[in-house]
């Protein structure tokens, strides 16, 4: 069984930043996608950030320009670096990791949640 741990969430100002991690171990010859997705109560689940295993990064247009993704292969941790937080990017995010080698299929394991709230 894979485990996805997560840290670095917490409280910060508007403006401020934080650095999230989330480290995989487990059963584990390659992770093909990595991410994060965050969720508030009231609305669906956003994607936040998701890297390949190549480097191939996408972010939505929320995020863009403030947050930085990025993946130590050799380590199978991922990392959100969040810079410019805006209250309506509190939420718990969830990072994860696709184990599957192809488009067409998905093998995804979830790490356990890290809140992130941005208040004065």
């Known amino acids: 069984q894979v485990q996805l741990v997560e840290s670095g969430g917490g409280l910060v100002q508007p403006g401020g930043s934080l650095r999230l991690s989330c480290a995989a171990s487990g059963s584990i010859f390659s992770i093909n996608l990595m991410g994060w997705y965050r969720q508030t109560p009231g609305k669906q689940r956003e994607l936040v950030a998701r890297i390949s295993s190549g480097g191939r990064i996408n972010y939505p247009d929320s995020v863009k320009g403030r947050f930085t993704i990025s993946r130590d292969n050799a380590k199978n941790t991922v990392y959100l670096q969040m810079n410019s937080l805006k209250p309506e990017d509190t939420a718990v995010y969830y990072c994860?990791?696709?184990?599957?080698?192809?488009?067409?299929?998905?093998?995804?394991?979830w790490g356990q949640g890290t809140q992130v709230t941005v208040s004065s």
């Open positions: 994860y990791g696709d184990l599957s080698t192809t488009r067409w299929e998905s093998d995804v394991y």
